[in-house]
């Protein structure tokens, strides 16, 4: 519904959260919301500000890859500023949201592929990419940026690792953008408000994730490791079980099935 009118206050309105989501700077047309984000955090933005785009031209997503979301799909940015401590719970958090408020909206079933993608039926609908600063012991910003495909006309998605669709393709009827923004930020900040049972946190997500159990390739870096995808680490992390029987810790990279 590339039509639909999306405004700060159609958002903010009828927000029930307590300040995720309570200030939102909206661009028709913006090359990255990082990049906003990443400023206005610098210039001392209220925790919970939401950048929002209804069309991103230059983003980058993980690893350096082109972000682009063409207008009709849900493209923001949320500037946080937790403890450094609870820094690895902040992928988790965003993932259950975004499920959370998939299943909500939508009544899809949705799930996690690790680390950070949210799959319908074993195909892609969702990227997410988490950018921390630290100096020293503090966290100086951490920003949570999340694309949702809404409608795939239009999108290029050449190079992805996994088949991907959009949430209008999978429900066959339209998705009311605002509903899902709002009901995404209040997940994100029930979830955020429990930062500090983190344990609780990563069991949800590690229940949601399609990965464990399956044969994977993995690309880390210059890497490519194939082995089987084990389990994770309370922070994250990927435990691989290589096929010489031995297992090796992955904490960042791309995952496909074999």
């Known amino acids: 519904m590339a039509g639909e009118d999306i405004s700060p206050e159609s958002l903010t309105g009828r927000l029930d959260t307590r300040f995720?989501?309570?200030?939102?700077?909206?661009?028709?047309?913006l090359p990255s919301?990082?990049?906003?984000?990443?400023?206005?955090?610098?210039?001392?933005?209220?925790?919970?500000?939401?950048i929002i785009a209804g069309e991103q031209t230059s983003g980058r997503g993980r690893i350096g890859r082109v972000w682009l979301s063409p207008p009709g799909n849900i493209t923001f940015s949320v500037i946080l500023y937790p403890d450094v401590s609870n820094l690895p719970y902040l992928m988790m958090i965003a993932s259950l949201?975004?499920?959370?408020?998939?299943?909500?909206?939508t009544r899809l079933k949705a799930g996690i592929k690790w680390p950070n993608d949210i799959l319908i039926d074993g195909k892609k609908v969702c990227g997410i990419l988490i950018e921390n600063e630290i100096s020293g012991e503090k966290t100086t910003r951490a920003i949570?940026?999340?694309?949702?495909n809404i409608n795939i006309g239009g999108m290029d998605v050449k190079g992805s690792l996994v088949p991907v669709t959009s949430l209008e393709k999978e429900i066959r009827h339209t998705v009311i953008k605002t509903d899902l923004i709002n009901n995404l930020l209040v997940e994100m900040e029930k979830l955020y408000l429990r930062l500090a049972d983190g344990e609780s946190i990563y069991r949800e997500w590690r229940e949601r994730l399609v990965t464990l159990g399956k044969e994977v390739v993995v690309i880390a870096g210059d890497e490519t490791l194939k082995g089987l995808a084990e389990s994770t680490d309370s922070t994250g992390a990927l435990i691989l079980k290589l096929d010489d029987g031995s297992t090796t810790r992955i904490v960042a990279g791309d995952v496909s099935l074999r």
Do not use: C, H, L, W
């Not at 995720?20 to 047309?29: A, C």
């Not at 990443?38 to 933005?45: D, K, T, Y």
């Open 20 to 29: 995720i989501g309570q200030k939102v700077i909206y661009f028709p047309k």
């Open 33 to 50: 919301t990082m990049d906003v984000a990443r400023r206005e955090a610098r210039q001392g933005a209220a925790e919970g500000t939401v």
């Open 97 to 105: 949201a975004v499920v959370r408020s998939i299943e909500n909206v």
């Open 144 to 148: 949570i940026g999340i694309g949702i």
